[in-house]
């Protein structure tokens, strides 16, 4: 299973990959730049924009951000989450775990009932010269 987020800035083709699989056969998603493995366990990745219209930050996703009526205004932030899990069982029974995942639908959500740990990981970035 491949999920793919096409051209964010000079990254041509980022992948969310499950190649391999941990000790007990269950997959290891990675995040994978260009067909290059970067990091271990991201589940997910989420990316945001915060754009500023008249003191009133709004958030966007790519596909809003392209439409200049949808979401006016100059991008002056943007939020990053990632979900990231261990590549092996490391909790001795089942957890169930749930997620937020970052973006504008807030019923969207990442539920797991594993022995990997996780992690949700979340920052905003202030662009320099655009407020």
Same mark, same amino acid.
């Given at each position: 299973?491949?999920?793919?987020?096409?051209?964010?800035?000079?990254?041509?083709?980022?992948?969310?990959?499950?190649?391999?699989?941990?000790?007990?056969?269950? &997959?290891?998603?990675? =995040?994978? /730049?260009?067909?290059?493995?970067?990091?271990?366990?991201?589940?997910?990745?989420?990316?945001?924009?915060?754009?500023?219209?008249?003191?009133?930050?709004?958030?966007?996703?790519?596909?809003?951000?392209?439409?200049?009526?949808?979401? &006016?205004?100059?991008?002056?932030?943007? /939020?990053? +989450? =990632?979900?990231?899990?261990? +590549?092996?069982?490391?909790?001795?029974?089942?957890?169930?775990?749930?997620?937020?995942?970052?973006?504008?639908?807030?019923?969207?959500?990442?539920?797991?009932?594993?022995?990997? =740990?996780?992690?949700?990981?979340?920052?905003?970035?202030?662009? /320099?010269?655009?407020?």
């Amino acid at each position: 299973m491949t999920y793919s987020i096409s051209e964010v800035g000079l990254i041509e083709d980022v992948d969310f990959d499950d190649r391999r699989k941990g000790s007990d056969g269950s &997959p290891i998603f990675a =995040l994978y /730049r260009n067909g290059e493995e970067m990091v271990e366990g991201v589940e997910n990745l989420q990316v945001i924009y915060g754009v500023e219209n008249n003191n009133q930050t709004q958030y966007c996703d790519a596909s809003t951000l392209a439409d200049a009526s949808a979401c &006016p205004g100059i991008t002056t932030h943007i /939020r990053i +989450s =990632l979900i990231v899990a261990s +590549s092996n069982n490391v909790n001795t029974v089942n957890q169930s775990q749930t997620f937020d995942i970052l973006n504008l639908n807030t019923h969207n959500t990442l539920t797991t009932n594993d022995r990997r =740990l996780r992690r949700a990981f979340t920052t905003t970035i202030q662009l /320099r010269n655009q407020g």
